[in-house]
T-cell receptor
Framework: GAGVSQSPSNKVTEKGKDVELRCDPISGHTALYWYRQSLGQGLEFLIYFQGNSAPDKSGLPSDRFSAERTGGSVSTLTIQRTQQEDSAVYLC????????????????FGAGSRLTVL | GDSVTQMEGPVTLSEEACLTINCTYTATGYPSLFWYVQYPGEGLQLLLKATKADDKGSNKGFEATYRKETTSFHLEKGSVQVSDSAVYFCALSEGGSYIPTFGRGTSLIVHP
């Protein structure tokens, strides 16, 4: 697609429920990222996918968080047994997976999924 | 590990005022440096970048110079507009990693 699409844009859930957030990256981008943006906390890295390589999960805050990327394209971030502290905006980004002519790896972000856990 | 430190906001300015948002970084190698901007209700988008020391990135009237000696990449604009109101993120990406490190973001509010 023309840009990175995320859904839902807003999700309100009750504590203890599971949620799934979806990301559709730019066509042809092999790298996909999930970040969490909390008020006053900036961007927190969660997970990184690159092609068929094993994902870098080093940023996932607990085992309640998981993500998968099917067919090297769409990704789903799943949060099990949600807690109030999970409330945040979850941002997905993609990149070509290689450095551009300038030598920089530039990310393109989606508009985010705002999660509110009551 | 790598880190990025930005000045805390919000920064509140009148239209046509000068802007500086400070950004300093810690990295083990020679990173690429970025400024991303997030307008209300939107995702982050690249504003400008620099990939080596003394490079100056520029876009939409904004500039930032990669200063290796002071490990800084301050964002500047000579005359801000109301439409520049947004959150600005400084970021770095080390040569051996494809995972950028972001600062906390600085909110800019420009009044008419």
């Amino acid at each position: 697609g023309a840009g990175v699409s995320q859904s839902p844009s807003n999700k309100v859930t009750e504590k203890g429920k599971d949620v799934e957030l979806r990301c559709d990256p730019i066509s042809g981008h092999t790298a996909l990222y999930w970040y969490r943006q909390s008020l006053g906390q900036g961007l927190e890295f969660l997970i990184y996918f690159q092609g068929n390589s094993a994902p870098d999960k080093s940023g996932l805050p607990s085992d309640r968080f998981s993500a998968e990327r099917t067919g090297g394209s769409v990704s789903t971030l799943t949060i099990q047994r949600t807690q109030q502290e999970d409330s945040a905006v979850y941002l997905c980004a993609s990149s070509p997976g290689r450095r551009g002519p300038s030598g920089a790896n530039v990310l393109t972000f989606g508009a985010g999924s705002r999660l509110t856990v009551l | 590990g790598d880190s990025v430190t930005q000045m805390e906001g919000p920064v509140t300015l009148s239209e046509e005022a000068c802007l500086t948002i400070n950004c300093t970084y810690t990295a083990t190698g020679y990173p690429s440096l970025f400024w991303y901007v997030q307008y209300p209700g939107e995702g982050l988008q690249l504003l400008l970048k620099a990939t080596k020391a003394d490079d100056k990135g520029s876009n939409k009237g904004f500039e930032a110079t990669y200063r290796k000696e002071t490990t800084s990449f301050h964002l500047e604009k000579g005359s801000v507009q109301v439409s520049d109101s947004a959150v600005y993120f400084c970021a770095l990406s080390e040569g051996g990693s494809y995972i950028p490190t972001f600062g906390r973001g600085t909110s800019l509010i420009v009044h008419p």
